[in-house]
């Protein structure tokens, strides 16, 4: 399974925390989606977004911590947006 996921405004080195944090959990693989855009902007994260990857028999203990890593920054930086498949 695989899902991309952004929190507006995350700047890069919280991405790269968040990142690192899922990838301690058993089975998960996570990338970080460079900002498209041309121009450099102070008010834009350097990060578009976060793949997260796992397989599809992935454990609920480690679901649920994906959950809770997601909602402890989300409640510092605002929510995450699941981006649709191509984004």
Request: glycine content about 6%; hydrophobic content about 35%; proline content about 3%.
């Amino acid at each position: 399974m695989k899902y991309q996921v952004r929190c507006a405004g995350l700047p890069l080195a919280v991405y790269r925390e968040v990142a690192a944090h899922l990838r301690q959990v058993e089975g998960v693989q996570t990338m970080l989606v460079t900002q498209p855009s041309q121009e450099f902007d102070y008010a834009q994260s350097q990060t578009d977004s976060l793949w997260i990857e796992h397989g599809e028999n992935l454990s609920a203990v480690a679901q649920k911590r994906i959950q809770q890593i997601l909602t402890h920054y989300g409640d510092r930086y605002g929510s995450w947006e699941t981006l649709p498949a191509g984004s």
